[in-house]
Structure formats: C-alpha cells, structure tokens
C-alpha cells in the first residue's frame, strides 16, 4: 500500500516563474492538504481539498492555487515566483470524517527560487 | 537529558536517557494536539495525539502530556535510541471547528551512542 507520494522531488526555478507541484494521496485517502515548510520551520497550511472543492485556506497569496481531480490526486501550483517562496511543499492526505486526525504526510518536494 | 519548561531547539541526549521535549500552544480553543517526528529528507511522521478532555497518554516508548491551563504540552521518550534523532513539531488545532493543524517549533533531538 504506497502512501502519499509527491512529485517531483526536487525543482530549480527563477523569480516570476510558475510552478506545478503534484501529490497522490495515500490510497482510500479522500482529502489532500498542503503546506508549507521553510528551512527550520514547522509545516505552515496553504490549502485543503476535498470533493475537488477547496474546503479552507491558511494565510497565503492568490498566488498560490490548487486543484484536486477525481482520483483524489492533487496539483500546488504557484505563480510569480519569489524567492520567499522556496521551500519544502508538502502534501497530506487524510479522509475527510477524521478532520486533521490520521493525517499522513508526504516526503515533499523541495522547491528552490533563484 | 531532560529539557523542562522552556522551547528550546536543540536537544543533545546520551542513548538510553529519558528525553523531554516541551511546546507551549497557541491557541485555548485548541482541543487536539499531535506530536510528529520529521526525520531528514522525509515529511512528518505522527507519533502520538492527545485530545483536551485528557492530561496524559501513554504510547510505546512515549507519553504526552497537556497542561491545558498553562498551555504546554511535553513529550517524553524512555530509553532514548539513535533512531530518535529527529525533528519533534507539536501541532494543535480546534478538532470541533474543523480548523487546520499549526504547528509549533521543533526541536531537534540528537542522541549519540
């Protein structure tokens, strides 16, 4: 049983690019959230998703958006890119009845801005 | 090794000592808190929960404990091992509300042999 994984592991981008981060959920997993970690920092929310609907929001720009497919699969992508964004991204994936209990991370993907 | 009351980020401990790791919580209305373990190059690893109707839990190897009205939760590990040596995040949220986790500041925890 593969838990969560993310893709890809690691990404190199320039100030004012856009980049697309991708997460599949532990399997029977519904819901998908996403986060934040600066160097030496706990994990900050951005967004979760749920029924392809994003269902809350932490303290982040529009420039950060997502998208949850039907296979419960899900996309980060982020916009403008500043150098304040580089970070590791991490993915989680829970069911939805259990809230933020049983939540299972992924390795996340280490994102440099240039 | 015991680190008692305050946050503090670094934890040096000899293997098979007692660890203490303390977090001080944000938030009254929190009624759920996590300790996870983030290893290098990997994402957090849940270890132990503990809801507000409860001061203790004990787990294998670990126990938390909630002071809820000084807001301070600590995570004990016995006969500390190498394979502790991580990142420990306390995490809390309002369970009732639905609201997202937020995390604290870790700790790092280095146990030499």
């Known amino acids: 049983d593969a838990g969560v994984t993310q893709s890809p592991t690691h990404l190199i981008k320039t100030r004012g690019q856009q980049v697309t981060l991708r997460c599949s959920p532990k399997?029977?997993?519904?819901?998908v959230s996403w986060y934040q970690q600066a160097l030496g920092q706990g994990p900050q929310f951005i967004f979760q998703?749920?029924?392809?609907?994003?269902?809350q929001r932490g303290n982040f720009p529009d420039r950060f958006s997502g998208h949850q497919f039907p296979n419960y699969s899900s996309e980060l992508n982020v916009n403008a890119l500043l150098l304040g964004d580089s970070a590791l991204y991490l993915c989680?994936?829970?069911?939805?009845?259990?809230?933020?209990?049983?939540?299972?991370f992924g390795s996340g993907t280490q994102l440099s801005v240039l | 090794g015991e680190n008692v009351g305050l946050h503090l980020p670094t934890l040096s401990v000899q293997e098979g000592d007692n660890s203490i790791i303390n977090c001080a919580y944000s938030?009254?209305?929190?009624?759920?808190f996590i300790w996870y373990k983030q290893e290098s190059g990997k994402g957090p690893q849940f270890i132990i929960d503990?809801?507000?109707?409860?001061d203790k839990r004990q787990g294998q190897r670990v126990t938390v404990l909630l002071n809820k009205t000084v807001k301070h939760l600590s995570l004990q590990i016995a006969a500390t091992q190498p394979g502790d040596s991580a990142v420990y995040f306390c995490?809390?949220?309002?369970?009732?509300?639905?609201?997202?986790?937020?995390f604290g500041k870790g700790t790092t925890l280095s146990v030499s042999s």
């Open positions: 989680a994936s829970s069911l939805f009845e259990y809230r933020e209990e049983k939540l299972f």
């Open positions: 399997s029977g997993h519904d819901t």
């Open positions: 998703y749920y029924e392809e609907e994003e269902r």
């Open positions: 938030n009254s209305a929190s009624d759920y």
């Open positions: 503990i809801r507000s109707n409860m």
């Open positions: 995490a809390e949220n309002n369970a009732q509300a639905g609201t997202a986790l937020i």
